[in-house]
């Protein structure tokens, strides 16, 4: 399936084979992408721009936040992930 936004086919993609398929709540699972399954912008910390906690013992939790997910988010990671590259 192309991306609807953007016609990209390498933006999108969906495992519903997967044990853990939806890893996240959802309410449209045709839209749920698993691409960046293990999400990219976690070692961001707080500059990830997700819905995200901390738990008591201090790790970052990031069940709640779909922004890795969403079909639409690809620009936005790569975008997030450019910026850490010049700032390093």
């Not at 721009?49 to 620009?75: M, Q, W």
């Not at 790569?78 to 590259?85: T, Y």
């Amino acid at each position: 399936m192309k991306n609807k936004k953007t016609g990209h086919n390498y933006e999108f993609f969906t495992h519903k084979s997967c044990e853990f398929f939806p890893c996240h709540s959802t309410d449209n699972p045709e839209d749920f992408n698993c691409l960046f399954c293990y999400c990219p912008l976690y070692l961001l910390g707080e500059q990830c721009g997700g819905n995200f906690t901390y738990t008591p013992g201090g790790v970052k939790d990031c069940s709640a936040c779909l922004i890795p997910h969403r079909r639409e988010n690809y620009s936005y990671i790569v975008g997030k992930l450019m910026e850490r590259g010049e700032t390093s």
